[in-house]
């Protein structure tokens, strides 16, 4: 068996290019550069600053697989923030604007028909929503509390 995992290590400027065309990458490809910048960011391979450039440019991504690489990445660059600090201040701030869209997609009132994909990235989202301290979220989820207070488990 030949088969294995190697990390590709990306030039800065490689790296910049990529992140210039990122609406062009598929999700094969978005992985991979996912797993690669963070493992070769623990290995001291790579600057851990440009974690920070790569979640930026997730902006709108619907896919759950995805989002569960970028929390982990956002869990690694937290570890390096001074809570209550101007960085991690800046942190909520990326983190806010990346969910965005996602959550707007989404939403606060759960479809009768959602899908497995949506199920698995509203828990995503909203557990950054909480780390961003937003105040509309946590407005919305006690004005909500005894609506939503019950959620449907998915069934295959």
Same mark, same amino acid.
């Given at each position: 068996?030949?088969?294995?995992?190697?990390?590709?290590?990306?030039?800065?400027?490689?790296?910049?290019?990529?992140?210039?065309?990122?609406?062009?990458?598929?999700?094969?490809?978005?992985?991979?550069?996912?797993?690669?910048?963070?493992l070769l960011a623990k290995a001291n391979q790579v600057s851990s600053a440009s974690l920070v450039d790569? &979640?930026? /440019?997730?902006?709108?991504?619907? %896919?759950?697989?995805?989002?569960?690489? !970028?929390?982990?990445?956002?869990?690694? @660059?937290?570890?390096?923030?001074?809570?209550?600090?101007?960085?991690?201040?800046?942190?909520?701030?990326?983190?806010?604007?990346?969910?965005?869209?996602?959550?707007?997609?989404?939403?606060?009132?759960?479809?009768?028909?959602?899908?497995?994909?949506?199920?698995?990235?509203?828990?995503? &989202?909203? /557990?950054?929503?909480?780390?961003? %301290?937003?105040?509309?979220?946590?407005? !919305?989820?006690?004005?909500?509390?005894? @609506?939503?207070?019950?959620?449907?488990?998915?069934?295959?």
């Amino acid at each position: 068996d030949l088969s294995g995992h190697y990390l590709i290590k990306l030039s800065d400027q490689e790296f910049s290019n990529k992140l210039k065309a990122f609406d062009q990458l598929n999700k094969e490809q978005k992985l991979r550069i996912l797993i690669d910048r963070r493992l070769l960011a623990k290995a001291n391979q790579v600057s851990s600053a440009s974690l920070v450039d790569l &979640i930026k /440019a997730f902006n709108d991504e619907p %896919d759950p697989l995805i989002w569960d690489l !970028l929390t982990t990445i956002i869990a690694d @660059i937290r570890r390096f923030v001074v809570p209550d600090s101007q960085d991690e201040k800046n942190l909520k701030r990326i983190v806010r604007k990346m969910i965005d869209k996602p959550y707007q997609r989404i939403g606060f009132d759960i479809p009768e028909n959602e899908s497995y994909q949506d199920i698995r990235l509203r828990s995503t &989202i909203y /557990a950054l929503l909480n780390f961003t %301290d937003d105040p509309d979220f946590y407005k !919305l989820i006690f004005s909500n509390y005894n @609506i939503n207070v019950s959620y449907k488990a998915y069934e295959p």
